[in-house]
């Protein structure tokens, strides 16, 4: 009832919400892509501005009714979802090993990728809590569990779980937009590698792949939920029994090696 009765919170949602969708969407030509301007970005650029302390647009307490609006719309997207994968689960057996597969491609993404980058940074062990997932609740459990959220592996894990809620949705959104254009990759490959394990980034990626390709919109929405609930549901084992374990045997190969210099200079700094 505390959430029927906050009437500023649904009148700023209902002002922001028309807002975005007399802007619309935009396209704007970059290189051989088109980076897509959804809606969503306007209502989280909008929403953003609106929660800034200093404008006392809202108070803490009206903000953690927001959170709760939040949670409860994202129930209803599962449920549309759900909707979508129900009459397509023959459909969706018959990508097989594809959906399996995509779950690849978030361990390359984060370790292969990100730790390197994040040991040039001159990252310590920061860098094993910040890379060996998208870091999202279920990680961050993982990681307290096993070090400690008081832990270089702890700071790293809620540095990028931070990071990913305030960026995470606006960025994928663009990339998301930006590679469907480009037309290298299936729309179907796009749409399982946008299920990440959340749903907030899994909702701005497939919607900017679906603006991009508009006929397979229903299937792209269709097989990202498919595959972010193949994340929600085997991506902790596949992080707890994988990609820890890889990370930390990577971290103590290439720590020796990669931006050692840095993290020097900043230790240097630390106890000047």
């Known amino acids: 009832m505390e959430i029927l009765k906050s009437w500023k919170v649904h009148a700023f ?5 028309v807002i975005s969708e007399m802007i619309g969407t935009k396209k704007v030509a970059l290189g051989p892509g088109v980076l897509l301007f959804l809606p969503m970005l306007y209502a989280m650029i909008i929403g953003a501005v ?8 809202l108070n803490l307490s009206e903000m953690n009714i927001s959170a709760k609006c939040l949670g409860i719309a994202t129930l209803m997207l599962i449920a549309k979802l759900g909707v979508l994968m129900g009459p397509n689960l ?7 090993l594809a959906l399996s ?7 390359f993404g984060t370790i292969i990728f990100g730790l390197p980058v994040a040991l040039a940074l001159g990252l310590g062990r920061e860098a094993i809590g910040a890379t060996y997932s998208i870091d999202r609740e279920p990680n961050i459990a993982i990681i307290a569990e096993k070090y400690g959220l008081d832990s ?7 540095a990028v779980y931070i990071c990913g809620t305030l ?10 937009g930006f590679i469907a254009s480009l037309n290298i990759l299936h729309p179907y490959a796009l749409a399982m590698g946008a299920g990440v394990g959340s749903g907030s980034m899994m909702a701005a990626s ?5 603006a991009a390709v508009p006929s397979m919109a229903k299937d792209i929405l269709m097989y990202a939920g498919a595959s972010n609930l193949l994340t929600s549901v085997i991506g902790v084992y596949f992080a707890l029994f994988v990609s820890l374990p890889v990370t930390v045997f990577l971290y103590e190969k290439l720590s020796p090696i990669i931006g050692v210099s840095q993290r020097r200079r900043i230790e240097g700094g630390k106890q000047a």
């Open 13 to 17: 949602a209902l002002i922001i919400v």
């Open 50 to 57: 609106i929660s800034l302390p200093k404008l006392k647009a």
């Open 90 to 96: 023959v459909k969706l057996m018959q990508s097989g």
């Open 101 to 107: 597969f995509q779950e690849v491609g978030h361990f």
């Open 152 to 158: 270089p592996e702890g700071r790293g894990v809620m």
């Open 167 to 176: 960026f995470g949705a606006v960025w994928l959104g663009f990339v998301a």
């Open 206 to 210: 497939s919607g900017a792949i679906a």
